[in-house]
T-cell receptor, first 113, second 116 residues
Framework: KAGVTQTPRYLIKTRGQQVTLSCSPI?????VSWYQQTPGQGLQFLFE???????NKGNFPGRFSGRQFSNSRSEMNVSTLELGDSALYLC????????????FGPGTRLLVL | AQKITQTQPGMFVQEKEAVTLDCTYD???????LFWYKQPSSGEMIFLIY??????QNATEGRYSLNFQKARKSANLVISASQLGDSAMYFC?????????????FGAGTRLFVKA
């Protein structure tokens, strides 16, 4: 079974631009979560989608948004990029939610100049 | 509030020896899962092992075992017979129920260095 895939793997943007990251979960997985990882803040939860509905959201500004499609694929969008948005963005999927093991994709490295 | 604490920023271990990475957690959920992930320099988070809060036996997966002490709220990872390829960042994580919003929270991580 194929793992979680994320595209693109690397991205360079400038301040003020917007970016869309994509995540395809493992087949049969309905829960998709997004995380931001930076050296200073560690791994921080962005949001979770389950059955096309956002179920939970972390403490991030409204510039960060996401959605999930009927095939469970998910996208996250960051508008009006800031230098501090430079990070590794990780997507993880699981079959269900409670206690379920999340499997991670390779991540998208975003650099904002 | 839910919290994961990893108190060892860095650890060294000799190749072929065993090493224990510490993890303590805090939650008010009765049902939760505890996980360990490995993150090599490539950045990908690799799932290693899972322990459910109601599991009475410690989880094992090959060279990895989880020393689960529920009363002490600890979930230490033991790696036996360390290999050079084990050098990486290791994260302890927890995913709970309603109280935690079903999201996974992570500790700060422990960087493991395996010496030849």
């Amino acid at each position: 079974k194929a793992g979680v895939t994320q595209t693109p793997r690397y991205l360079i943007k400038t301040r003020g631009q917007q970016v869309t990251l994509s995540c395809s979960p493992i087949s049969g997985h309905r829960s998709v979560s997004w995380y931001q990882q930076t050296p200073g803040q560690g791994l921080q939860f962005l949001f979770e989608y389950f059955s096309e509905t956002q179920r939970n959201k972390g403490n991030f500004p409204g510039r960060f948004s996401g959605r999930q499609f009927s095939n469970s694929r998910s996208e996250m969008n960051v508008s009006t990029l800031e230098l501090g948005d430079s990070a590794l963005y990780l997507c993880a999927s699981s079959v269900r939610r409670l206690q379920e093991t999340q499997y991670f994709g390779p991540g998208t490295r975003l650099l904002v100049l | 509030a839910q919290k994961i604490t990893q108190t060892q920023p860095g650890m060294f271990v000799q190749e072929k020896e065993a090493v224990t990475l510490d993890c303590t957690y805090d939650t008010s959920d009765q049902s939760y899962g505890l996980f360990w992930y490995k993150q090599p320099s490539s950045g990908e988070m690799i799932f290693l092992i899972y322990q459910g809060s109601y599991d009475e036996q410690n989880a094992t997966e090959g060279r990895y075992s989880l020393n689960f002490q529920k009363a002490r709220k600890s979930a230490n990872l033991v790696i036996s017979a360390s290999q050079l390829g084990d050098s990486a960042m290791y994260f302890c994580a927890m995913r709970g129920g309603n109280t935690g919003g079903f999201k996974t929270i992570f500790g700060a991580g422990t960087r493991l260095f395996v010496k030849a």
